[in-house]
């Protein structure tokens, strides 16, 4: 759970910029 969360983030982050 914690290898989704971090990619969630990570493309959360991306879309953010």
């Keep these: 759970m ?3 969360a971090i ?3 990570e493309q959360i ?3 953010f910029r």
Excluded: G, Q
């Design 2 to 4: 914690l290898v989704p």
């Design 7 to 9: 990619l969630y983030k």
């Design 13 to 15: 982050k991306k879309e």
